[in-house]
């Protein structure tokens, strides 16, 4: 169904092809999962398959795509919409309909399918993708899992046969991911519909993959996932820990790594040197717990409304100083409600909260930047000038800060971004990294992040927890709204969950993650009941038995 023969893509004015000499067949029925870190090519293979490189972006294409059989070269993507639907990661901005059978139906005008064929075509879709209940609903009050099975279903019902998905699960809880992934399976499995994704968070969608796509600095590798993990650069949880444990072959999902974890005896062997703690108090309040930087952030009973919805209800919590904390949640809990209220662009209708003792409530819009800081999930919404160089300048104005104090926060993060580059034109992981270095430079003691790791790979992730946790160390209380429970496992020491606008559950990371069904990160899975979250925990764990067996008598 997709087929690239020796294919090179060079834009213009680049110093070499963003991917070259690439031969690659996707059949028919097939999930092939693309991977590759940051700016390696994954975007413009995709924007290949489905004929918007070079018809809409530009720049030159050696070699032949075909898709259904039609070559790109001679078809635009108007011409193969009826073969190829795209479904990126924000369905939302892609919407024209104001309902989901609105939206079903739109595709299906502009192609001229006649009204008897569209109307059993909804009915058919709306079946096979689960959402025959959502019919009548507005698109815009659809949670995320909801909004990407609509916009599957949209490209379906006008016929599409090739599914392209750009980073489906970026912005969606552990629940909706799996609604998505099983609607994505069921359209492979059962109607033969060839599937096409990138996604930086494998853990999710490796164990579901035919095909995995490898791009690396342009090449293309592709094969069997068993074949190609064991050597790819980047790697979900559950195969660094193979790698670490020296298991053949390498697990691919969770089931796999506990049968192999079983027949090595790890979590026996984590057990003795892990022994598990006694449930911690909440230390949500200050009093017993008060940290050497002070108390952090205090919230007691903190209402949000919008009109006559409730958001968030009696929230009463603690972000202490000096520690990172994760704030988790499904979709429409009230997460994002939360911070925004915290760092004072919603005015809460009930509640109050300090920051190291001092009381926010009804103090200014100075005041509040002083205390408090917010990268929003759209990091670029806060970039607004032509260069780096300009909106780290700004950044030390606006907060009064020696001039160059933003860049070297900055070139600690992530050295070596040109100060001439255009924010729009760094890479995801660079913005979040600007975004972090502007709010960084005001020195506020509260620093909240809304779901900063969208659109990041494992490398930048890496970067964004090392930062993190830097600034933590400098006596900061940091707050990490986000679905990506692996980068939660990694940067918090605490965890807050929250449900129905409600915070349901409050303490160390360790245990609140480690104890739940759907938070809990691929390691904890494997190795319980130790109380481990990353790779990294359990090779620390390990070593003492390592160096024993190496020497010790």
């Given at each position: 169904m997709i087929r690239f023969t020796d294919v090179t893509i060079r834009y213009a004015g680049a110093h070499a092809p963003v991917v070259r000499d690439v031969t690659l067949h996707v059949g028919e029925g097939e999930f092939a999962l693309v991977t590759g870190t940051t700016g390696c090519g994954k975007s413009t293979l995709l924007g290949a398959a489905s004929g918007h490189v070079p018809h809409f972006t530009g720049g030159t294409v050696s070699g032949q795509v075909t898709v259904g059989g039609l070559d790109t070269r001679d078809h635009r993507p108007r011409d193969?919409?009826?073969?190829?639907?795209?479904?990126?990661?924000?369905?939302?901005?892609?919407?024209?309909?104001?309902t989901v059978?609105?939206?079903?139906?739109?595709?299906?005008?502009?192609?001229?399918?006649?009204?008897?064929?569209?109307?059993?075509?909804?009915?058919?879709?709306?079946?096979?993708?689960?959402?025959?209940?959502?019919?009548?609903?507005?698109?815009?009050?659809?949670?995320?899992?909801?909004?990407?099975?609509?916009?599957?279903?949209?490209?379906?019902?006008?016929?599409?046969?090739?599914?392209?998905?750009?980073?489906p699960t970026s912005a969606l809880d552990p629940g909706s991911t799996?609604?998505?992934?099983?609607?994505?399976?069921?359209?492979?499995?059962?109607?033969?519909?060839?599937?096409?994704?990138?996604?930086?968070?494998?853990?999710?969608?490796?164990?579901?993959?035919?095909?995995?796509?490898?791009?690396?600095?342009?090449?293309?590798?592709?094969?069997?996932?068993?074949?190609?993990?064991?050597?790819?650069?980047?790697?979900?949880?559950?195969?660094?820990l193979g790698r670490l444990e020296g298991w053949h072959p390498l697990p691919l999902s969770v089931r796999d790594a506990r049968r192999a974890a079983t027949r090595s005896g790890l979590p026996a062997r984590l057990a003795a040197t892990m022994p598990r703690q006694p449930a911690a108090d909440a230390g949500s309040l200050p009093g017993a717990d008060r940290d050497a930087h002070g108390e952090g952030l205090v919230a007691r009973g903190i209402d949000v409304d919008y009109g006559p919805v409730r958001a968030v209800r009696g929230a009463t919590f603690r972000l202490p100083a000096g520690r990172v904390t994760a704030l988790m949640g499904r979709n429409g809990s009230g997460k994002s409600s939360l911070l925004w209220a915290l760092a004072g662009a919603r005015t809460p209708s009930a509640g109050t909260w300090s920051v190291n003792g001092?009381?926010?409530?009804?103090?200014?819009?100075?005041?509040?930047?002083?205390?408090?800081?917010?990268?929003?999930?759209?990091?670029?919404?806060?970039?607004?000038?032509?260069?780096?160089?300009?909106?780290?300048?700004?950044?030390?104005?606006?907060?009064?800060?020696?001039a160059g104090t933003c860049r070297r926060i900055l070139d600690r993060m992530v050295p070596g971004i040109d100060p001439a580059m255009h924010p729009r034109d760094l890479s995801e992981g660079q913005r979040v990294a600007l975004v972090l270095a502007i709010q960084t430079a005001a020195n506020a003691p509260v620093l909240l992040l809304d779901e900063p790791t969208r659109g990041l790979d494992y490398v930048a992730k890496a970067a964004l927890t090392a930062a993190l946790t830097r600034l933590a160390a400098g006596g900061r209380a940091i707050c990490v709204a986000t679905h990506d429970v692996e980068f939660a496992a990694g940067v918090a020491e605490r965890a807050l969950v929250m449900a129905a606008g409600e915070v349901?559950?409050?303490?160390?990371?360790?245990?609140?993650?480690?104890?739940?069904?759907?938070?809990?990160?691929?390691?904890?899975?494997?190795?319980?009941?130790?109380?481990?979250?990353?790779?990294?925990?359990v090779a620390a764990a390990l070593r003492p038995r390592v160096a024993s067996s190496d020497g010790a008598p």
């Open positions: 193969l919409a009826h073969i190829v639907g795209v479904v990126r990661q924000d369905p939302l901005a892609g919407f024209v309909a104001d059978e609105g939206e079903l139906a739109y595709g299906m005008e502009r192609l001229g399918v006649p009204p008897r064929t569209m109307r059993t075509r909804v009915e058919e879709t709306l079946d096979l993708l689960g959402i025959a209940d959502l019919r009548h609903r507005t698109v815009h009050t659809l949670s995320g899992g909801q909004a990407q099975r609509a916009a599957i279903a949209a490209v379906l019902a006008a016929g599409a046969r090739i599914l392209i998905l750009d980073e799996e609604e998505v992934l099983a609607a994505v399976l069921r359209l492979v499995h059962d109607t033969g519909v060839t599937a096409l994704v990138a996604e930086h968070r494998l853990e999710r969608v490796l164990d579901y993959a035919d095909r995995l796509v490898v791009v690396e600095a342009g090449r293309v590798r592709s094969g069997p996932p068993a074949d190609l993990i064991a050597h790819a650069p980047l790697a979900p949880p559950v195969v660094e001092v009381r926010l409530n009804g103090t200014g819009r100075a005041a509040m930047l002083a205390a408090v800081r917010l990268v929003p999930q759209e990091a670029s919404d806060l970039l607004y000038l032509d260069t780096v160089e300009a909106e780290c300048a700004e950044a030390d104005t606006a907060c009064r800060s020696t349901i559950a409050e303490g160390p990371a360790a245990e609140v993650l480690a104890g739940s069904t759907v938070f809990a990160p691929q390691v904890a899975k494997v190795v319980a009941p130790a109380q481990a979250l990353t790779v990294a925990e």
